[in-house]
């Protein structure tokens, strides 16, 4: 069974065909008031984390933490790329939702900052306002397709794709000549993606774990691929 990956490298990628579908690029205006937002935030406040690379969007710009500064991962993969072990690590759906379900009640200071994505849901901040909170969403990056990449993992005709993101859905959606084969969702935001682009996955790893990915494509293996292109309206 061929089965390639939307992502390249890192222990979640071993063993598959590795076909980054987007380019992740640094939004600077989002950074600048990130860094704003940090400097003048009070001891307390709560960062918001849902994926690796907002860290590494902050060391490239030289943001650092600060001291007083209360961390939030979305889950263990995310908490790896931590400068500092977060006091509050996402269970194990590592989903927004089940990071804002971690928190605790909001107390004196229920302030958040939230970097993400510009292509990030919002499920993050309207759970935590809901449960009290001030968010401030900081839209600090993007990603952008790439279809040369996309046209290459078709070349590679695999069996099952492991869809990493929901940028890399939908990547697959505008440029992957289908039908589409088997596609094994990483988490439940993936899986959500999926289907908003018309599809529907195979198998879905709850846990974003090289065991919960594998488990997952061994049950995809067993199911008809069924990613014809949706029908017209």
């Not at 710009?61 to 993969?77: D, H, K, S, T």
């Not at 107390?107 to 935590?128: F, M, Q």
């Not at 449960?131 to 900081?138: H, I, N, P, S, T």
């Not at 993936?190 to 996955?201: L, Y």
Request: hydrophobic residues 45%.
């Amino acid at each position: 069974m061929r089965v390639a990956i939307t992502r390249r490298g890192g222990a979640l990628a071993s063993g598959y065909a590795q076909f980054p579908l987007t380019r992740r690029r640094a939004w600077p205006d989002g950074v600048v008031a990130l860094r704003q937002e940090l400097a003048i935030a009070q001891e307390g406040t709560w960062l918001a984390v849902t994926s690796g690379f907002t860290f590494q969007v902050m060391r490239e710009a030289g943001i650092e933490i600060p001291a007083g500064i209360r961390l939030a991962c979305v889950g263990r993969a995310t908490a790896a790329h931590a400068p500092f072990m977060p006091q509050v690590i996402g269970g194990g759906a590592a989903s927004a939702a089940a990071l804002a379900a971690q928190f605790p009640q909001p107390g004196e200071n229920n302030r958040v900052i939230y970097p993400c994505s510009a292509l990030a849901s919002h499920v993050l901040e309207e759970s935590l306002t809901q449960r009290g909170y001030q968010v401030k969403r900081l839209e600090i990056y993007t990603s952008d397709p790439e279809p040369e990449a996309v046209r290459a993992l078709a070349n590679y005709a695999p069996n099952a794709i492991v869809v990493t993101s929901g940028s890399a859905a939908r990547a697959l959606a505008a440029y992957y000549p289908q039908p589409l084969p088997a596609l094994v969702a990483i988490g439940e935001p993936t899986a959500s993606a999926i289907h908003e682009c018309g599809f529907t996955p195979a198998a879905i790893a709850h846990e974003p774990t090289p065991a919960g990915i594998a488990a997952a494509v061994t049950s995809a293996s067993r199911e008809p691929a069924c990613n014809a292109p949706p029908s017209p309206a």
